[in-house]
C-alpha cells in the first residue's frame, strides 16, 4: 500500500469501482475486502516520499485518480520498486521526476 485516495472519483466511477471490486472479491472480512489484483488505475501525483505510515515505506504525494486501465493488464502495472524510483535523490531514491514526467 502506497497511500490512499478518492480524489478525481466521479460518482459514477465510484458506482463502477465498488461492483467491479466486489466482483474480483477473494475474502469480505469485516472492513477489509481482499480482491484478486487484477484491476489497473491510472494515479496522478505531485511526487514520491518516505512514509512510516505504510507497509511499503512511501506514499504519494496529492494523489488523484485520473482513470481505470482496462486495456492494461495487472503485470504491466508499476511496481513499488519503480514507484520507489520516483524518490528524490535526497531521499535516497532515484533521480527527482521532471516536470514533464
Do not use: N
Not at 3 to 13: N, Q
Not at 32 to 43: D, K
Amino acid at each position: 500500500m502506497l497511500g490512499k485516495t478518492f480524489k478525481g472519483l466521479t460518482d459514477a466511477m465510484l458506482t463502477w469501482q465498488t461492483d467491479r471490486l466486489l466482483a474480483l472479491a477473494t475474502d469480505r472480512g469485516g472492513s477489509v475486502v481482499a480482491v484478486r489484483p487484477e484491476l489497473v488505475v491510472e494515479i496522478a501525483l505531485d511526487g514520491v516520499q518516505t512514509s512510516p505510515h505504510y507497509p511499503s515505506g512511501l506514499t504519494l504525494r496529492f494523489a488523484r485518480v485520473v482513470r481505470y486501465r482496462e486495456d492494461k493488464p495487472a503485470e504491466e502495472a508499476d511496481t513499488v520498486e519503480t514507484v520507489g524510483a520516483l524518490l528524490p535523490a535526497a531521499a535516497g531514491g532515484g533521480p527527482a521526476p521532471s516536470a514533464a514526467g
